[in-house]
């Protein structure tokens, strides 16, 4: 059987040609290992002012994700940073947070999500290129390697979609497909800030992309979280007071056991184990899915917190929130509105689906009957609302 590396290697010969292009570094990678090497990097990165950042991680296992490959890219070089290697990366994570410096990412992010918590502060000064095509009406998402190719006429392969990237040594094809996720983006900056001042659309796109740096973004918050199973509307408001008051439990064990919260406990036996009448610990043993060594080493504690809700929310009126669901939808008048959206983002060279989407104009359609304040939806705020003036009046 071949090893790994020799495996990523036979490879090598498909990789397609670097562009020939002034602000497209062509040099070979280097990992960077030790803390004088980053601090070296870190010092070309500010003087340059601007580079191009992406990640290689791994997130099916752990709480938080396992950075396995750090890549950055200027006009001149693309270098690569060894996260399991002796390095301190506050330094790195420091830079992402400084607003002196730009950013350029692709999609980013969940590669920007380790700065607000390993330094305190959020990434400042981000240039997204996938946000900023869409402002120059191309397709909206599109992946870095269509991206790459609609602007640029570059080809980045397939991508190393089967690789093991917390597998040492890499590979050199492993390398090279690293490399080229950043490779590319100091092009795609300088194509994209030319097109963007001739449509005049630059300062919208800026203003999205700083989206990017709300430190709420980075902030887990389990109140938001979609469980994943049909059945949570047709709970009554207690059940949902008990569920909801689970997620939150669950999210702290599963930081706590640096595990994805829901490989710790599905979103199944949790909405189970909100729906049924828990009394006691013996009541769990009829929550299908719940694992048995949660019931064992938990079930005091999920007991617990279920009497507490219920204790708390039985003298207490929970009012039933209403959701679309609930309504008679006129889908004609959704998709007429959709329609004029459409128009105007065409003619400002703004692709629609940056701008909203059906259901955020259902929201902004009804929101009287599901007690929505219009002024606090997304259309309604920032260069959407200054686009769709007309229409919102």
């Not at 990434?123 to 909206?140: E, K, M, W």
């Amino acid at each position: 059987m071949k090893s790994h590396k020799a495996a990523h290697d036979a490879a090598d010969g498909s990789l397609p040609p670097i562009l020939d292009h002034e602000v497209v570094p062509t040099n070979t990678p280097q990992m960077v290992t030790d803390n004088s090497a980053l601090a070296r990097l870190l010092e070309s990165l500010r003087e340059k002012g601007s580079f191009g950042y992406d990640t290689e991680f791994i997130g099916e296992h752990t709480y938080y994700p396992k950075y396995c490959v750090i890549q950055v890219a200027t006009a001149e070089r693309v270098t690569l940073i060894d996260p399991l290697a002796d390095v301190d990366l506050d330094s790195f994570w420091g830079i992402l947070a400084d607003d002196s410096v730009e950013k350029i990412v692709h999609a980013g992010m969940q590669d920007l999500e380790p700065v607000l918590r390993q330094v305190g502060k959020p990434p400042a000064n981000i240039f997204d290129v996938q946000i900023a095509s869409a402002f120059i009406g191309v397709h909206y998402p599109m992946s870095l390697i269509k991206l790459v190719a609609e602007l640029s006429g570059a080809d980045l392969g397939h991508g190393a979609k089967f690789s093991q990237w917390d597998h040492r040594p890499l590979s050199s094809v492993q390398m090279q497909y690293a490399a080229n996720d950043v490779r590319y983006l100091p092009l795609l900056r300088t194509i994209l800030g030319e097109k963007l001042e001739a449509s005049g659309n630059l300062s919208w796109a800026l203003e999205e992309c700083r989206t990017l740096t709300n430190p709420e973004l980075y902030s887990s918050n389990p109140a938001s979280q979609r469980v994943r199973v049909s059945g949570v509307n047709a709970l009554g408001p207690q059940r949902k007071a008990v569920l909801q008051a689970l997620l939150t439990w669950r999210e702290e064990l599963a930081r706590r056991s640096n595990l994805p919260p829901r490989a710790l406990i599905n979103d199944g036996a949790l909405f189970e184990t909100a729906r049924q009448q828990i009394n006691s610990v013996s009541d769990l043993e009829s929550v299908r899915g719940l694992p048995r060594p949660i019931k064992q080493q938990h079930g005091e504690a999920i007991c617990a917190l279920i009497q507490k809700v219920v204790a708390d929310t039985g003298t207490q009126r929970i009012p039933r929130r209403v959701s679309m669901r609930d309504l008679d939808i006129d889908r004609g008048q959704v998709n007429t509105l959709w329609t004029k959206v459409e128009k105007m983002a065409s003619a400002r060279s703004i692709h629609p689906a940056i701008v909203t989407s059906k259901k955020e104009l259902t929201r902004y359609l009804y929101a009287d009957q599901l007690g929505i304040d219009r002024s606090t939806l997304r259309i309604n705020t920032g260069w959407r609302r200054s686009l769709l003036a007309e229409l919102l009046q």
